[in-house]
């Protein structure tokens, strides 16, 4: 094809992620420093007009993955009469490793009354069945679930952004933004050669999450196999999101040893109570002279460990978010809570199941906003988002 100058202004673009592969992009890709997230909610009732727009998306996402405008005339070359096909707040910054990622929600096969909107309710996984309520939630529905998820993940806030903008502006009378949410400072490690970040609570987090590397593991509880539902999600994987705002300066009053206790963990190392070393195994048996447990009952490793939930495992993605104050004198913030896995009912649910009966931790969180949805595997060959559930 013709030699593609990307908005750098030169030919070698060097920290771009592959757009293509049997895998999306931005699940296992070292997580990056910053989060854009939309969910939309799709306004039209014509199949014909959504699948435009999918493939209209997927042609913008494979060129901003690439560090190029989102069209191809780009943000300044058109016809001065008309709207530029892409809105120029990114020219000159390269792709920082944006990767762009889609998944569609229960409510795009069925509506409220059961019908089936766009002829795919019976390509519907029942790994995508609603998730249950859990004990504690206190979930504002504006800012939770939607018909498509897109996420950006980018080493530089501005390019995420544009991203999404130019999707949503793409999308325009097909879907409509429904929530949004930017993020910083990835709060997990996906690969075992990034340093384990920290949260808002001052933690490290990620520590013994799943791995890129691991590739018998992922296979295991990350990437849907054939034969595990519909053909059209074999090598995709389910998303939950759950925006958690933190009490942030509640937390900040208790004591170090009451925070190492409600984590299971050490602050500074990371190691687990009991333990020395960050990447040392949790001994959930271990007890100390007074004949308690060492990491407690009530303690969030212990409570989400895959021996205490029949194996479950995922691979969290998280990112921490500051939306501002509250009007009350406190922080609006917390962590934006991604994990992907091949099924969230033996994945996130019993986990989250266990958290919200007993963790220590809840007191200092609030879950305010919930999402799912079922990330089809990577664009390959002239392919576009969800060619395989249109087809
Ligand atoms: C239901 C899934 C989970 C939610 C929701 C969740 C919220 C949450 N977690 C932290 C901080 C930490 N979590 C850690 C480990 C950890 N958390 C989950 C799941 C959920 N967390 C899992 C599966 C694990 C790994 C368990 C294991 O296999 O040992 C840790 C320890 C470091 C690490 O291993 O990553 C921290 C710290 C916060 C602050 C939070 C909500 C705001
Ligand atoms: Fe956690």
Redesign the pocket.
């Known amino acids: 094809g013709a030699a593609l100058i990307s908005r750098g202004g030169s030919e070698a673009v060097t920290d771009a992620v592959a757009f293509t592969g049997p895998h999306q992009a931005g699940i296992v890709t070292p997580a990056q420093d910053r989060l854009h997230f939309v969910a939309f909610d799709v306004v039209t009732k014509d199949r014909e007009r959504l699948v435009r727009t999918l493939r209209e998306w997927t042609a913008a996402a494979a060129r901003m993955t690439a560090g190029l405008d989102a069209g191809e005339i780009g943000a300044v070359d058109g016809m001065p009469e008309a709207p530029p096909d892409d809105t120029g707040e990114a020219i000159g910054l390269p792709a920082s490793a944006l990767t762009l990622t889609v998944g569609f929600g229960p409510t795009l096969f069925r509506d409220a009354t059961g019908k089936d909107r766009f002829g795919i309710a019976g390509k519907l996984p029942a790994a995508l069945e609603p998730l249950p309520r859990f004990t504690g939630d206190t979930l504002d529905e504006a800012i939770s679930g939607g018909d498509i998820a897109i996420q950006a993940c980018a080493n530089d806030p501005q390019v995420a952004v544009h991203a999404i903008r130019n999707l949503a502006r793409i999308g325009m009378g097909t879907v409509s933004v429904r929530w949004s949410q930017l993020g910083f400072g990835r ?2 490690s996906t690969a075992t050669g990034q340093a ?1 970040p920290r ?3 001052g ?7 799943l791995k890129a590397e691991q590739e018998d593991l992922l296979r295991e509880h990350l990437w849907v196999p054939d034969g595990d539902g519909p053909d059209w999600m074999t090598g995709g994987s389910y998303l939950v999101t ?1 925006k ?1 705002r ?1 009490l942030i300066e509640t937390w900040d009053r208790s004591s170090l040893a009451e925070q190492e206790a409600i ?3 050490h602050k500074g190392t ?1 190691a687990p109570l009991g333990a020395a070393g960050e990447f040392d195994e ?1 001994d959930l048996t271990a007890v100390g002279a007074d004949g308690t447990d060492l990491i407690p009952a009530t303690a ?2 212990r409570l ?3 021996d205490t939930n029949n194996g ?3 691979l ?1 993605r998280g990112y921490n978010f500051v939306d501002g104050s509250d009007g009350l004198g406190r922080l609006d913030a ?2 934006f ?1 991604i ?1 992907f896995q091949r099924d969230p009912r033996t994945g ?1 649910v019993p ?2 199941r266990s ?1 919200a009966a007993s963790d220590e ?1 809840n007191e200092y ?1 609030r ?1 305010v906003s919930s999402g799912l949805f079922a990330c089809p595997p990577g664009v390959t060959g002239g392919g576009w988002w969800g060619d395989r559930l249109f087809a």
């Open positions: 709060t997990s384990t949260n808002l609570f933690f490290k987090d990620g520590t013994r999450n759950r958690i933190m984590v299971g963990r990371g949790p969030h490793v989400a460990h895959p479950a495992r995922m969290r917390g962590l809570f994990a996130f986990v989250q958290l931790m969180v879950h």
